[in-house]
């Protein structure tokens, strides 16, 4: 028995010193192989969250040593952003948040995923911060009485955020509250030089970034510090789906507004010709899009009316003599409801000179084409029995006054009447038509009243 308690005893604390290799093994170098590496350019919203995801996901499934974030971004959405942190927070494999290349920014949104990277890493010539959150209507409501409250307790809840997150990977709190809360930006060296700093180091680029991470020791979230292992690593990029390289591409609010004009324009030249097919699928399809975009991008309703309004002004303008009064406020209500309709996130906009030469645009094609529908309806017949009138033909028979003969027009033989006497074989115009029976005169009568004339 003894014998047997001190092999058991012995087999576990075998187990035991295993298994603590094991772990610090683990913690000094996390799964060899490949440094995964993502770049993303562009506004943070829910496609943009949802690659992130996927990337951290395949960096966790392949044992990756290290998973790096090449950032370069305006902001975006907060909900968005606050999904991309947790899944940083929560990953296996140590996330580096890179801003690069030398030019490039990480604002507002690109901040706070900054902030929360287990190695946030700049290049030079690159800032990061203006971290300040906006309402729904893309404004930051500063000094309308109506609002501020809401817009303090929004900046106070992302400065809370900011300060949670620097605090957990000993970066400069203050300065990230700042960031919000005054709208504070820093440079690469402004960033670094700060007392504790808001980043752990500058790098010209991902080569000179994986050196610089070679052997260095990071805290992970939850308090596990770890030693990277970097070195002579095999660089596997990752890049967006086509279907999320599509969707990302029309969430972008100058696409979007550029989906909705197409849309409704299409609708409204299907509208007056129908039956043109093309311009209703592309309308449509347009639309569907621009709706998509804006499930993901917050938008004023308000605005939407007032583009809606303005294109309907516009074709009232042709239908109705307004003088130009119609036209020039569909313009206007144009204008206004697109420069309102896509919100502006921070640091993204709709550019207005697009607003002003699109709204011109619609304009102009919708008071075109309505003006060529006006004249057409004002032509004369081409078929049908109203395009006779005018017409020259030869009488088959004789004709007199309040009775019936036969002409030929068009090759066709039809009963005619005339208020003048017409001799059989003499050239004849057709001046109306009454059911079957065509009313005619002597052409050469109608020269002589178009000479008296």
């Given at each position: ?76 959405l907060l909900e968005s952003t606050r999904t991309m942190v947790s899944r940083m927070i929560a990953a296996r494999t140590p996330v580096v948040v ?354 008296a004339t």
């Amino acid at each position: 028995m003894r014998s047997t308690t001190f092999a058991i005893g012995l087999a576990l604390a075998g187990i035991v010193v295993t298994m603590a290799w094991a772990t610090r093994v683990s913690a000094q170098a996390p799964a060899a192989g490949t440094v995964l590496v993502a770049e993303y350019d562009g506004i943070v919203h829910p496609i943009s969250a949802e690659f992130f995801e996927d990337f951290i996901s395949r960096a966790d499934t392949s044992g990756a040593a290290v998973a790096v974030l090449i950032l370069r971004t305006p902001g975006g959405l907060l909900e968005s952003t606050r999904t991309m942190v947790s899944r940083m927070i929560a990953a296996r494999t140590p996330v580096v948040v890179f801003v690069a290349p030398s030019g490039s920014r990480a604002a507002s949104a690109g901040f706070i995923l900054t902030l929360a990277a287990d190695v946030a890493a700049m290049a030079p010539g690159t800032h990061i911060g203006a971290a300040h959150p906006v309402s729904a209507s893309g404004q930051d409501d500063r000094g309308e009485p109506g609002n501020s409250t809401m817009s303090d307790k929004a900046a106070s809840d992302t400065a809370a955020y900011a300060r949670t997150l620097a605090a957990a990977r000993n970066r400069n709190v203050e300065l990230a509250a700042e960031a919000v809360l005054n709208s504070r930006a820093f440079t690469e060296q402004e960033a670094l030089a700060a007392k504790p700093p808001l980043i752990d180091l500058v790098a010209a680029d991902l080569p000179a970034l994986l050196a610089a991470l070679d052997g260095r020791r990071v805290t992970r979230f939850d308090g596990r510090a770890i030693t990277l292992q970097t070195r002579n690593l095999a660089i596997e990029r990752v890049s967006m789906t086509r279907r999320q390289q599509l969707l990302s591409a029309i969430a972008h609010p100058q696409i979007a507004y550029m989906l909705l004009s197409l849309g409704m324009l299409g609708l409204v030249v299907e509208l007056w010709n129908p039956g043109a097919i093309a311009p209703a699928v592309i309308g449509g399809i347009s639309l569907l899009l621009a709706f998509f975009a804006f499930q993901i991008l917050p938008i004023n309703v308000t605005g939407v009316l007032l583009v809606v309004l303005g294109v309907g002004l516009l074709v009232m303008e042709v239908m109705v003599p307004s003088f130009g009064v119609l036209g020039v406020g569909g313009i206007i209500a144009l204008v206004v409801g697109s420069v309102m309709v896509t919100t502006e996130l921070p640091g993204v906009r709709v550019n207005y000179g697009l607003i002003v030469a699109t709204a011109l645009a619609i304009a102009v094609i919708v008071l075109g084409l309505g003006r060529l529908a006006m004249r057409a309806q004002q032509l004369a017949p081409v078929t049908g029995a109203a395009a006779l009138v005018g017409k020259h033909g030869r009488a088959l028979t004789d004709i007199v006054p309040r009775d019936t003969g036969q002409v030929g027009v068009h090759g066709e033989i039809w009963r005619a009447t005339s208020e003048r006497p017409i001799a059989r074989g003499a050239p004849v115009r057709v001046v109306g038509i009454e059911g079957l029976t065509l009313g005619v005169e002597p052409l050469e009568a109608a020269a002589e009243e178009g000479d008296a004339t």
